[in-house]
């Protein structure tokens, strides 16, 4: 159960990370995680989080599944694509429901990784109570969303903002987030 919590903590993590303006500390975890990632100003780092996550501009890339799956429609990659639909189907059969004003589309990545976090504290609270089946059904759903949602996107993704960055931060979280979602899918296949 102590490994599911500390799973559900690095979701949170990376969640906040591409969701998130910067903080000193989320930096400084940041930092722990990878040692060689230099110390950025937060002032430069929140800069870089604008101009790469937020836009408009020509280095915004875009944190949406849509945009990264689908051809763009007449020049144009489209938000509430068929993927987020998807998505916010596939939380719905959670027990998940964004609440009505949330400003983010449900395929954002941040909503994504919290979505996984999501799964892992119901994991953790299954295998507490002594659910075994039904914290092996929550890590099953895990699976199936790092497999079929997650996993497909989010390489190009982290590609995309290690092309665009002027700093080393946020294609390092990416890069980060991406070795941690392999190492799950690939811990529970072998």
Known sequence: MEYTLARAALYNFFAAAV????????????????PDLPSIGLDELQLEYTRLLIGPGKHYTPPYASIHLHSPQEGKALLWGTEATVVEDIYRAAGLKIETGQPRVPDHLALELQFMHHL???EANSATQGQVE????????QQTFLRERLLTWLPGFVKKIKQAQTLPFYGKVGEITLEFLQTELNANTE
Do not use: H
Request: hydrophobic fraction near 45%.
């Open 19 to 34: 969701g998130d303006a910067p903080t000193p500390a989320l930096a400084a975890t940041a930092r722990e995680m990878s």
């Open 120 to 122: 892992c504290a119901c």
């Open 134 to 141: 039904e914290a092996a059904l929550w890590r099953s759903q």
